[in-house]
């Protein structure tokens, strides 16, 4: 008589049960099937590298700019600006 409510009981929630297996599917196969994040470095580790050297150069070459009361836009959009006007 358990098994016949437990059966009964299922069928009234089998849209969730189906949903919550799907789900638990799809986690576990993502999970097994997803690159180590070793490897996943191990791919990029050239854009890594020439990514940290263009940085590096930049502020080796042009420094940091320092901070100046005139808004940094203002001159770029007069330049901008400039043959329209």
Do not use: C, N
């Not at 299922?10 to 297996?21: L, P, Q």
């Not at 590298?49 to 590096?56: D, G, R, V």
């Amino acid at each position: 008589m358990e098994v016949q409510a437990f059966q009964t009981r299922v069928m009234e929630y089998k849209f969730h049960v189906m949903v919550a297996i799907t789900v638990s599917v799809i986690s576990a196969s993502l999970v097994y099937a997803a690159p180590r994040i070793l490897d996943i470095l191990a791919y990029f580790w050239p854009l890594f590298a020439s990514t940290a050297a263009f940085l590096a150069m930049a502020i080796t070459f042009g420094g940091f700019q320092q901070l100046s009361d005139e808004a940094t836009a203002d001159g770029l959009m007069d330049y901008v600006a400039g043959g329209f006007s």
